[in-house]
């Protein structure tokens, strides 16, 4: 069965940084676009992030230039590297792939907390 463990998330204060870490079973890793997704209280889950098997990403726009996504085939591992983090950054953050095929259920999160 496909897994997905999210890691990494904690509390940090306004502009301070977080580094999130995701392990993907090896049979969906290699050869699919992975995505960090994150969701509010309260709010539907969203991609922020998205990278390719050959390193292409994609942002979105309420966090371009302050998030960093990348990927280490060979440990079946992505990666957030998060800067200059807001209030409004406060989710829990999923990775999965992208676009998220239903049999692919998701991991259990990593909670980011942005608050002084």
């Known amino acids: 069965q496909v897994q997905l463990v999210e890691s990494g998330g904690g509390l940090v204060q306004p502009g301070g940084s977080l580094r999130l870490s995701c392990a993907a079973s090896g049979s969906i890793f290699s050869i699919n676009v992975m995505g960090w997704y994150r969701q509010a209280p309260g709010k539907q889950r969203d991609l922020v992030a998205s990278i390719s098997s050959g390193g292409r990403t994609n942002y979105a726009d309420s966090v371009k230039g302050r998030f960093t996504i990348s990927r280490d085939n060979a440990k079946n591992t992505v990666y957030l590297q998060m800067n200059s983090l807001k209030p409004e950054d406060t989710a829990v953050y999923y990775c999965?792939?992208?676009?998220?095929?239903?049999?692919?259920?998701w991991g259990q999160g990593t909670q980011v907390t942005v608050s002084s």
């Open positions: 999965n792939m992208f676009p998220r095929p239903p049999y692919v259920p």
